[in-house]
Each structure stands twice: as structure tokens, then as C-alpha cells.
């Protein structure tokens, strides 16, 4: 999946002096209060963290409680959707009027009835209903249904709550693509996703960050470099 990307960071985190006994844990700790929440400073949701330690303890904080700084780098994979990404997701409600699906089994998407193309018709069974493809009625998205839909806007503050859209070419029920588009069936037998030209292949990290917690803190101030991850779902 396009949005999947792998980053490595060098961090300092401070850990509070009741914390020496175990280092390595209290910097697990920490690092694991950022889980599935969006941060700036890495532009995505941090899915999964792998922390190596530099070297020694420094950087000694001045105050009533003398914080000691730990130098990690930090190896993340993090979901980080941008515009016209390329997402797949479950469908898990759908009306006339929209689709709502669930990415990597924790995001939300929602397509709107704009950004459904005319040929889609919604047909209600009973409790439940489908969208049929007038051009070809073996195209079906109903509850259950993969589907690959376009970014169209990603909403960080809601913890990147997406809006998606099926009117660009080879989106649509997963399934129906695997035998019916040629690109996406290239995609798939071949393993891998075409790249992006707007995947930020360098970034950087600044600023301090002081977590919730009292027994430490993450400080991010040296840069960092990522690199997209091709994985499909």
C-alpha cells in the first residue's frame, strides 16, 4: 500500500531517574504511548517502533528532577496518506448517499456520493444494499467488499480520518479489478506498487516533544530519512 512507509529517526528520549534500573524499558514505554496517533514531526501515524541505542546516557536535564537523555534511533513504519494516494480498505457501511470503509483494520475512509461515479447504482436489499456497475453488473461493492479508492483529503486532526473518491481509473471492488483492469492485475502478479512522485523521500524531524507521562520525554532535533514501503494488505 502506497501510504505504508518505513523512516528511520535518532531521538533523545529523557527518561526519569526512577526509570534507571531499566533504560530500555522506559524507552519502550515511551515511544509506545505514540502508537497509532498522528504526529507532525513524522508526518503519519507511527504503527510500529524498533528502538537501537546509541551509546551512553547524556544530556542531563537541569530542574528539581534531573531527567537523563538517552540517544535512540528509532526504526518506524508509519501511515502516511497524502492526496491522490492509491489506498485499499474494507467496506463496512454503505448507503445511497455513501461508503464507509476501514483501512489497515484501524482508519476510516468515507466516499461520498459525489465521488461515486454515475454508473454505480445502489440497489437495497432488505437491511443492507450494493452498488452494481451498470457497465458491467459483475461489479459490486457491498458490505464486506475490498476496494481500492483515490486520497482526497486526509483529516489529521481526527487521527487521519480520510476522504476517498472511485472516480479515478482503476479503482473500485478489488476483486472485480484483480480480473477486469489490466494495470492493477500487472500490479499485483508483479508483487510491487508503482511509485509516487510526490513521496517525500527525505524529511526531517525538529522541535521537542514532551509526552504525558512523567517518566520521560522523546526529543526529536536531528534529521531523519524515509523511504516509501510497498505493501500490499
Not at 457501511?93 to 482508519?107: D, N, P, R, T, Y
Not at 483515490?150 to 486532526?157: A, F, I, Q
Not at 510526490?198 to 526531517?204: A, I, N, P, R
Request: a neutral charge; glycine letters at 6%; hydrophobic letters at 35%.
Amino acid at each position: 500500500m502506497e501510504a505504508l512507509r518505513e523512516a528511520t529517526a535518532e531521538l533523545t528520549v529523557y527518561v526519569h531517574p526512577s526509570n534507571a534500573a531499566d533504560v530500555r524499558l522506559a524507552v519502550s514505554r515511551q515511544l509506545s504511548t505514540l502508537l497509532f496517533s498522528y504526529e507532525d514531526r513524522f508526518d503519519g501515524v507511527l504503527l510500529s517502533h524498533e528502538v537501537e541505542f546509541e551509546g551512553d546516557n547524556e544530556d542531563v536535564l537541569d530542574g528539581l528532577v534531573p531527567y537523563f537523555g538517552v540517544p535512540v534511533t528509532a526504526n518506524m513504519l508509519l501511515f502516511s496518506p497524502q492526496p491522490e494516494m492509491i489506498l485499499e480498505g474494507k467496506v463496512e457501511m454503505l448507503g445511497k448517499e455513501s461508503i464507509h470503509a476501514i483501512v489497515l483494520g484501524v482508519f476510516s475512509a468515507a466516499i461520498m456520493a459525489d465521488d461515486i461515479p454515475e454508473m454505480f447504482k445502489f440497489k437495497r436489499r432488505g437491511h443492507g444494499g450494493k452498488f452494481i456497475s451498470q457497465s458491467d453488473k459483475r461489479h459490486v461493492i457491498k458490505k464486506g467488499s475490498m476496494i481500492r479508492f483515490s486520497v482526497k483529503r486526509v483529516d489529521t486532526e481526527m487521527n487521519c480520518h480520510i476522504t476517498g473518491s472511485l472516480m479515478p481509473p482503476h479503482t473500485g471492488c478489488m476483486r472485480w479489478l484483480s480480473v477486469h483492469d489490466a494495470e492493477y492485475a500487472s500490479e499485483i502478479s508483479s508483487g510491487k506498487r508503482k511509485p509516487r512522485d510526490h513521496t517525500k523521500s527525505e524529511q526531517k524531524v525538529q522541535g521537542r516533544t514532551t509526552a504525558n507521562r512523567e517518566d520521560s520525554m522523546v526529543n526529536s532535533e536531528r534529521p531523519r530519512k524515509s523511504r516509501k514501503r510497498a505493501v500490499g494488505e
